[in-house]
């Protein structure tokens, strides 16, 4: 840990959290006065965050993870994007950052990753992802030619879809992170446990999924590392192994709240 985490950790939480909000109110004004605006707008089809303080909570959007099922059923449309942790707690006060619920959901990386070369192979959701993905994906003949000569820890961090899950639910810090983290693979289960927080009373459907083989097929020794290398920290935070045989013992320590230590 370096100097200045050590000092941001020695701080309360919600002393933190107000230094932050106050200079990013003070020096980004217009763009915080665009996020405000975006807490009042009433949609059904795209971005707001609106929904989050109906609710009291905050969703923290992983792409790849069932988001946009959620957002759907639980907010009515697409909440906050793919917005990091961090960011929200420059949207929010500290007061309301620390009293809304916050939940994201994971995915086991190897199988994130099919399921985002597959989704961006394919068209994405939008320009964006085309354009991306023709420029950075095509030229690859296969999955495994993509991991071997594509995934580094730089590239990764080129375009969200790839980014570490762990990127977008602990802020640079380590100061904050979810009250409540689903797994993809137990959604079932831990969505029951997410609606009921909310007090909504609705089931998840699964929308916007990626149609390929099971992710295990697509890997080779190489690949399996290559990806257990550049996703080091989600394996170790979240608790992942390649075939999921961990996963009793990650909803285990999540439930004992010793899932992560941020």
């Not at 959604?187 to 699964?206: G, M, P, Q, R």
Request: proline share 3%; glycine share 4%; with cysteine.
């Amino acid at each position: 840990m370096n100097i200045k985490n050590r000092l941001v950790n020695s701080l309360p939480v919600s002393f933190f959290l107000w230094l932050r909000w106050f200079k990013y109110r003070s020096k980004k004004r217009s763009r915080y006065e665009f996020f405000q605006a975006q807490r009042q707008i009433e949609t059904t089809d795209t971005y707001s965050y609106k929904p989050f303080d109906d609710t009291k909570s905050i969703f923290i959007h992983i792409p790849k993870c069932a988001g946009v099922s959620i957002t759907t059923k639980l907010y009515g449309n697409l909440a906050g994007g793919h917005l990091k942790i961090e960011d929200y707690t420059r949207i929010f006060s500290p007061r309301e950052f620390l009293n809304y619920y916050k939940f994201t959901v994971v995915r086991n990386p190897w199988d994130r990753l099919v399921s985002s070369y597959h989704f961006l192979s394919k068209g994405g959701m939008n320009d964006t992802d085309k354009l991306w993905s023709k420029e950075n994906i095509s030229q690859y003949t296969d999955f495994k030619t993509f991991v071997k000569e594509w995934v580094t820890p730089e590239n990764v961090m080129k375009y969200y879809h790839f980014i570490p899950q762990t990127e977008f639910i602990f802020d640079v810090h380590n100061a904050v992170k979810p009250d409540f983290i689903a797994f993809l693979e137990t959604l079932d289960d831990d969505f029951t446990e997410i609606s009921h927080n909310l007090n909504i009373a609705v089931e998840i459907d699964k929308k916007n999924q990626s149609n390929h083989d099971d992710y295990k097929s697509y890997y080779d020794a190489e690949t399996i590392n290559i990806v257990a290398e550049v996703y080091e920290r989600d394996i170790q935070l979240l608790g992942y192994n390649f075939d999921n045989s961990s996963l009793k013992k990650q909803v285990c320590k999540r439930n004992l709240g010793q899932l992560t230590t941020g």
